[in-house]
């Protein structure tokens, strides 16, 4: 099976990818678009080149798996399923609305969403228990599990990552969004975490830190970790800025909860228009 896209397709453009997180805000009148923003372009690239899917059914057996563990990003991943033609342009406009499948979180009633979540915390263990699972098939299949900083506050994360070492899933990357904040401050005032590459690598984890945003820095990290089939599981820590995109939201984290008026949506939406890779 291979990635649906290659180089020199368009799809999985970040701006029109926050455009869309954008439009679903507006038409639903809700929140969460500081946090979605911060993961368009790890999803972007995972989408755009690495994740193997089947574009005509989106349980196809062999498959890779994506958990996106922090749930209330899922704005971005239901833009991306969009450009997969998985979702429709009437989904997107019907967000949050009555009778709408695309709920605030997560949610695997929806074609390509692998987990429910949205309580952090319990995504890396869902997707340990599939990166598993696809060893004693066996099959060459990759997990990839998204998480934010934030999230790592929570013991069954590193509960998840002990799991992960000793069965040696190799074949299990976790991607960290680090992002600095969470939904009550910084993730400094909350909980400290000092360096989340050092702490993974402490669990028997492979780690790399990079620039969440540079999408050639996104598409390296991607391409070592999974050819990288050591015994070990992979984290990608991911230096990201909350609202990344529109200047107005960047690292401010009242974006966490804040709903749109008409008059910054639409500063919003040409900001992003403007916005060239």
Known sequence: MESLCDDTMTKFNAPQIRKAILDMAYAGSTVHIGCAFSIVELLAVLYRKHLRLDAANPDAPDRDYLVLSKGHGVMTQYACL?????LSDAD?????KNGTRLKGLADAHVPGVEATTGSLG???SVAAGLALGAKLKPSDQICYALVGDGELNEGSIWEAAMFAAH???DN?????DQNGFQAMGSTDEVM????IEAKFQAFGFDAVTINGHDEQAVDRAYTEMKNRRNGRPKAIVAETVKGKGVSFMENDNIWHYTRLTPENHA???HEVTLTRN
Request: proline residues 0%; without cysteine.
């Open 82 to 86: 969009r450009e997969l033609g998985w």
């Open 92 to 96: 997107l406009a019907n967000y949050f």
């Open 122 to 124: 319990h995504g890396l």
């Open 167 to 169: 069965f040696k899933l």
């Open 172 to 176: 299990l990357i976790v991607i960290v």
């Open 192 to 195: 400290g975490l000092g360096s």
């Open 267 to 269: 500063k919003a939406v």
